[in-house]
């Protein structure tokens, strides 16, 4: 795409100006208090500078009232630019692609991750890649062009999942649903931040359902706990959850960002409804840690 960099970059600037802006609560705060003043009365030079005080807070709070409008269409704006994500990047230098015109800026990372995660960082670590304003660094052993395609993938996909758009996340969460004890052991390798044994996924999942464990014979758990994982780490994906080597079981940076953003999700809608969900949304359901005889009761609601 071309100016990419720039378009991203003059975005991102806006949207922190006007994030700025709309977080003056204690503007709001000042013009209660003087408000109240005022209707009781109070006269005098000190009415006065109230007045002119209160003037002023109340173009202030139109400002913020605006500024908050035009924030939720720069968001809008930033998500639709990174679901078509195309940064202008320059000839590969080994595994590092630079920029080859206006880098991307820390602002622009920091803006995408504080909408798409709810917190800010100055560039985008994922286990295959990393984004920051220098470049995109491939951090694994394979193609650097097969790797670029992978991140710029997740990247794109998460945002038209933020626009509601068909995206390959959902995709993904309908089919983990397909299996309950898939959630379990994706919880788990997502938690540990490491790859994991069949004996430490068994270990912390027995830990973390130990209310339910109590209720099956260790045997048919254990075997569901394995199906799980081979169900997770098997070639039916498009985008692969979690990768198996050695004996070891790892949650992809696809699958880390897929729990992250569909559980948080499917969070919010059951504190909304105060645990009451229809339909599809029944299979997102799932708080973190969540027992199995839990998952188990929204699947067959």
């Known amino acids: 795409m071309e100016r990419f960099n720039e378009r991203a970059n003059a975005l991102a600037s806006e949207y922190w100006r006007l994030k700025h802006l709309t977080s003056k609560e204690e503007d709001e705060e000042r013009l209660e208090e003087i408000e109240r003043l005022l209707e009781k009365g109070i006269g005098g030079k000190l009415r006065e500078k109230l007045e002119r005080e209160a003037r002023l807070l109340r173009q202030a709070r139109e400002e913020r009232s605006n500024a908050m409008r035009n924030l939720e269409i720069v968001r809008e704006e930033l998500l639709e630019l990174t679901a078509e994500f195309a940064p202008n990047l320059d000839l590969a230098e080994g595994s590092f692609f630079p920029y080859d015109s206006e ?3 820390e602002d622009f990372f920091r803006a995408i991750t504080d909408i798409l995660f709810g917190k800010p960082e100055k560039s985008i670590e994922l286990k295959e890649a ?4 220098e470049g995109i660094k491939v951090k ?15 990247l794109q996909e998460t945002a038209r999942k933020k626009l509601g758009l068909p995206n390959k996340m959902d995709e993904s969460w309908r089919k983990l649903a397909q299996k309950e004890y898939a959630f379990v052991a994706l919880n788990v390798l997502v938690n540990a931040e490491q790859a994991l044994t069949f ?17 099956v014979k260790d045997a048919y758990y254990d075997r569901k706990l394995r199906d799980a994982l081979s169900f997770l780490a098997g070639d039916g994906w498009e985008y692969k959850l979690v990768t198996s080597k050695g004996g070891k079981y790892e949650a992809t940076s696809f699958g880390e960002w897929l729990w992250k953003l569909c559980n948080s999700e499917m969070k919010g809608t059951l504190n909304k409804t105060n645990g009451k969900t ?3 949304e029944r299979t997102g359901i799932l708080q973190e840690r969540m027992g199995m005889q839990k998952i188990i009761k929204f699947f067959r609601k």
């Open 199 to 215: 004996e430490e996924v068994k270990r912390i999942s027995h830990e973390n359902d130990s209310e339910f464990k109590e209720l």
């Open 130 to 133: 990393s984004f920051s304003k």
């Open 140 to 154: 694994v052993d394979a193609s650097p062009l097969s790797i670029l395609d992978h991140v710029i993938t997740i």
């Open 103 to 105: 880098p991307l800026s």
């Open 278 to 280: 229809n339909g599809e």
